[in-house]
């Protein structure tokens, strides 16, 4: 029987994401097959030699053992130290298509929900007025913009990262491409 999976704050349903798949393979850091494992980025000295558990990434094993993080970076409002070593340490990442960033907002790193396209995104207008703002700020012309926010593909490219702040609700997201 398999195990629940631990909790994680800042990715509240890494299976939902693909960070996480069910698998039978033995955990590279303490040997266990528990039914899951991780298979987003891992930045490390020493590289795992496999795949890790979901658990030895809650715990802060996986991060210790091979002094790895598996957040490419965090952009957004200042933060605790804290906040940014539980992001980076004991969550697990995503990929994109360049380096993964997560987005933090009141003073808060956000929770990661996925991949989304401009499908997805209607439903959470916050969101995309946030990024027509960001964009907006590099003088693009809002026809540019809005052709870019309308061609966002959660399977191809450009794709848009979706978070929710946890302190106000609010929708965040980003976007990238090859």
């Known amino acids: 029987m398999t195990e629940p999976l631990p909790g994680f704050p800042y990715h509240p349903d890494p299976l939902a994401t693909g960070s996480v798949v069910a ?8 040997g266990k097959a528990r039914g899951h ?3 987003g980025p891992v930045y490390a000295v020493e590289e795992p030699g496999g795949r890790l558990c979901p658990w ?3 715990d802060g094993s996986a991060a210790a053992t091979y002094e790895a993080q598996f957040c490419g970076g965090a952009v957004g409002d200042d933060v605790p130290r804290e906040v940014l070593s539980a992001i980076a340490e004991r969550t697990p990442g995503f990929s994109g298509w360049q ?5 933090l907002h009141c003073g808060d790193g956000a929770a990661f929900l996925g991949r989304v396209g401009a499908a997805e ?7 995309v007025e946030a990024m027509r703002q960001e964009m907006s700020g590099w003088g693009r012309p809002a026809e540019r913009t809005e052709h870019y926010l309308g061609a966002l593909d959660k399977d191809d490219q450009p794709t848009a990262y979706l978070f929710r702040c946890r302190v ?4 965040l997201a980003y976007s990238d491409f090859t």
């Open 99 to 103: 380096e993964a960033q997560w987005l």
């Open 121 to 127: 995104l209607a439903d959470h207008p916050d969101a």
């Open 37 to 39: 494992v991780y298979v």
């Open 168 to 171: 106000c609700a609010a929708h």
């Open 23 to 30: 698998a039978d393979a033995v955990c590279a850091c303490c």
């Open 56 to 58: 030895c990434i809650a």
